[in-house]
């Protein structure tokens, strides 16, 4: 049988206290992305060097058929186990074929 002393203890609720809030994903500036993006203009290459690799990308197609990629970024945080106080930002990229941002929306909990 393992026998702790009193500082493992104390360290090993205190490691066990600090994960009990959950991050998810990478944070980003929503303000920053919208004071450089220009629509019809701004390039895959330049978002990728603002924000980072995306989390996730895929394709979204409008009304009319139109095909575009998408690129989403996102971060969320809160603690467990409700997730209470929880963070949500997600900010999705919509690029032609030419790698040119033709749109984006955004979500932010906190506003």
Known sequence: MFRFSRVAIVLLI???AACS???????????????RIERGVSTQSQVRSWLGA?????VNVDTGGEQFEEWTYYSASGRL???SGAKV????IKFDKQGIVRGYSWSDSAR
């Open 81 to 83: 186990p409700a997730m």
């Open 21 to 35: 809030t959950v991050h998810v994903g990478q944070d980003f500036d929503l303000r920053a992305f919208e004071a």
């Open 54 to 58: 995306p989390a996730g990308a895929g």
């Open 89 to 92: 930002k997600m900010l999705q």
């Open 14 to 16: 205190s490691t066990l």
